[in-house]
């Protein structure tokens, strides 16, 4: 580790702590620094006499609770403060969430009513009693969906980096590592403001390139460790605001069948192309996840206010974000999506789909309903296009004030051959439509 | 060694040699570790938490063509407490000894 990553890393440890006081610890180790310089003393030479930053953090950080007669009840005070705002913010957000909630509650009621109505007009049709247990299916279809998706999303991100490289390398410009990768089966990447981008390579050996900033790596068992960051120019620069440039790391992994590869970023996107796995987690916020030509048993992917998109890849895909479109095309398996305000669109999917959204269209191409489909936005239109008419499918469409077009025919409901795939839509106040490509 | 022990005894070091002298941290870190096995790193939180508690006061003093220096000063209170922790150590320290010497 060089003097800035020791600095780095205690100032990165301090941050419960204000800026001024901070900036005053920093400044004491840095003259420490300077004099040890002075006295003839490397870096290295200080930074072991010194001990690990984590234990120096302990110390300033316990001494903040038990020492300062004064300084002591503020501590706890602000602490106490703190907590009790996140609560009331806390409990605001549960209130919100239970009148969301409740308002969807009432218009699903509304629905059932409506459908009720539309029941006992239509019961000697043969297939009203059909529409009554619709509603029950489509009300259950949301809820599990959702926490379906939630569910995998937050137990794949839980194993994080147990414990961080301290070879880091600092540099301006482009930092080149070849890493050895036999018995390696894991990758764990850790980025912060830097795009990712993983992608095969011919040669047996890794290579990591970051155009700049701190670079770790360690390889501890079957696992590759690469943790990133940018380059902090924060010492004595007071009044001087830092640009930074944006910095992209670039890992190149040989040919082989990977247990798990994980990524982590934020604020920049990540890219995956070419990899062989069985597990691959991605999450970023702020930035786009994109995924061409990958084979894994399950694909993990979350990001909020960015598109995500998996190309001609086989896998199940767990797709989450917020305020960002899906894009999955090609995809030999089955597909869990969630969004809110972003557009869902797929095209060649052969397995299960379940997909949810609010605000945003879903829209299906495929060549033939061969699976179960389960779709459910609101305010936005749900459009399946597909080349031939399935052999065997039950379809139920839901919308209100709005209408449903199934093959060229007004209905909301209908069987094909046994029924075996079902395929449930449902949105409101906008139009339904599956047809066939040959009639548009 | 137990740490609070350690911690207490590193105080009260510190505190000696800032009652002869004002220093500066590097100064005292190796005045320090010339005698005992020390973590130089965790002088400077103590310094901090000594200062807090008003035992120190603080003042810098620009050096030509080297870093500033940051010396720290014993208190009136600071004296007191110095007086209190020598007179424990001391007692301490002759118990301990009369202890090991008994046959």
Request: charged residues 30%; negative net charge.
């Amino acid at each position: 580790m060089t003097k800035y990553g020791f600095l780095n890393e205690l100032d990165q440890l301090l941050s419960g702590l204000d800026t001024d006081e901070r900036k005053e610890i920093l400044e004491d180790y840095e003259e420490h620094f300077a004099f040890a310089k002075r006295a003839g003393k490397s870096d290295e030479e200080v930074m072991t006499l010194m001990g690990m930053p984590a234990d120096i953090a302990r110390e300033i950080l316990e001494n903040k609770v038990e020492g300062g007669f004064f300084e002591e009840s503020d501590t706890y005070k602000l602490q106490e403060e703190a907590l009790n705002k996140q609560a009331a913010a806390l409990d605001e957000k549960a209130k919100a969430l239970e009148e969301k909630l409740a308002a969807q509650a009432k218009i699903l009621e509304e629905q059932a009513e409506a459908l009720a109505a539309q029941k006992e007009a239509q019961e000697h049709t043969g297939f009203g009693h059909q529409v009554g247990s619709l509603v029950d299916t489509l009300t259950e279809t949301v809820g599990t969906v959702v926490e379906s998706v939630s569910e995998v999303i937050t137990e794949t991100f839980e194993h994080e980096l147990a414990s961080l490289p301290e070879n880091a390398v600092e540099s301006e410009t482009l930092i080149q590592e070849v890493v050895e990768m036999t018995g390696v089966k894991n990758v764990v990447i850790k980025a912060r403001n830097q795009k990712v981008d993983i992608r095969k390579t011919t040669y047996p050996t890794a290579r990591v390139r970051l155009t700049r900033g701190v670079l770790a790596m360690k390889v501890e068992n079957d696992t590759l460790y690469i943790e990133s960051r940018e380059i902090k120019r924060k010492f004595r620069i007071s009044g001087l605001i830092s640009i930074e440039l944006s910095a992209e790391l670039k890992i190149d992994l040989p040919e082989q069948v990977y247990d798990l590869i994980q990524a982590k970023t934020s604020n920049a996107k990540m890219a995956v192309s070419d990899i062989e796995l069985d597990q691959l987690n991605l999450e970023s916020s702020n930035g786009k996840l994109e995924i061409h030509t990958t084979k894994a048993n399950e694909l993990a992917l979350q990001t909020s206010n960015g598109k995500i998109e998996v190309k001609d890849s086989t896998g199940h895909v767990h797709a989450k974000t917020t305020n960002g479109k899906i894009e999955l095309t090609r995809i030999e398996g089955c597909v869990n999506v969630k969004s809110t305000n972003g557009k869902l669109e797929f095209e060649g999917i052969t397995g299960d789909i379940e997909a949810t959204t609010t605000n945003g269209k879903i829209k299906l191409d495929n060549h033939i309903i061969d699976q179960q489909v389960k779709m459910t936005t609101s305010n936005a239109r749900i459009e399946i296009t597909l080349q031939d008419k399935p052999e065997h499918a039950t379809f139920e469409l839901l919308t209100s004030h709005a209408k449903t077009k199934l093959f060229e025919t007004d209905r909301n409901y209908d069987v094909f051959g046994d029924g075996r795939h079902q395929v449930k839509l449902s949105t409101s106040h906008a139009k339904i439509e599956v047809g066939l490509e040959t009639d548009a | 060694m137990n740490v609070q022990f350690k911690k207490g005894a590193l105080a009260l070091c510190v505190l000696a040699i800032v009652s002869k002298r004002d220093c500066y941290g590097y100064e005292l870190t190796e005045k320090i570790s010339q005698q005992i096995d020390i973590s130089e790193g965790s002088i400077y939180p103590l310094l901090r938490r000594l200062t807090k508690e008003a035992y120190f006061t603080t003042y810098l003093v620009e050096s030509s063509g080297g870093p500033s220096r940051k010396y720290y000063r014993l208190t009136e209170k600071g004296k007191d407490y110095l007086e209190e922790m020598r007179s424990q150590w001391l007692s301490f320290a002759k118990g301990v000894n009369q202890l090991l010497e008994e046959e």
